[in-house]
């Protein structure tokens, strides 16, 4: 049982490139959520799935789209990367009540 | 505007001592508080939970107490391992919101 699955779990970008950040879970979780670290804060909100074909913006969706095609899978989507998108993505799901599962991280830079 | 605040970046503790981390919220409507912990390289793990309608929850060596007229929380490990040395958040269910965190060192 793999939980939440985070790939790659580095990557070096240049301004303006596009990359999208895959996440899967194997426990059949209807939500999904999307959270950026930045240095010496807390998590921060991008976008959630409360279930497959629906998505909502969080507390900083600016410069990022998302999509929830299958329960399993929630690719985040950075169109055009920018210096301030330089972070440690962190994506997590959880099912009812339950506290979230969360994966080990994508660290993106970009230069 | 922080709706949630740890104000303690740091803290440093001796094994076998009490660790004492705090966490204050804007909401009086906020009714589920969460501790998360974070090693280096990995994602936050879920560590203990609280309702509103308790004031403490324990598991273990880690306790959470909730102050409502506050609008308080502190998480408190005893003893301190040193294995206990993490990132320690605190978020609200409801919101989603993590504080800033508190580095927690617990020296042998």
């Known amino acids: 049982n793999a939980g939440v699955t985070q790939t790659p779990k580095f990557r070096i970008l240049k301004i303006g490139q596009s990359m999208t950040l895959q996440c899967a879970q194997d426990m059949n979780h209807n939500y999904m959520y999307w959270y950026r670290q930045d240095p010496g804060m807390g998590l921060k909100l991008i976008y959630y799935s409360v279930g497959a074909g629906i998505t909502d913006k969080g507390e900083v969706p600016n410069g990022y789209n998302v999509s929830r095609s299958t329960t399993e899978d929630f690719p985040l989507r950075l169109e055009l990367a920018a210096p301030s998108q330089t972070s440690v993505y962190f994506c997590a799901s959880r099912t009812g009540n339950q506290p979230q599962h969360f994966g080990d991280g994508t660290r993106l830079s970009i230069l | 505007d922080q709706q949630v605040k740890q104000n303690s970046p740091s803290l440093s503790v001796q094994e076998g001592r009490i660790s004492i981390l705090n966490c204050d919220y804007t909401n009086s409507m906020f009714d589920y508080f969460l501790w998360y912990k974070k090693y280096p390289a990995e994602g936050p793990t879920f560590l203990i939970s609280i309702s509103s309608i308790k004031d403490k929850n324990e598991d273990g060596r880690f306790t959470v107490f909730l102050n409502k007229s506050a609008k308080h929380l502190s998480l408190h490990i005893v003893p301190s391992q040193p294995g206990d040395s993490a990132v320690y958040f605190c978020?609200?269910?409801?919101?989603?919101?993590f504080g800033k965190g508190t580095k927690l060192t617990v020296n042998p």
């Open positions: 978020a609200v269910h409801q919101k989603l919101v």
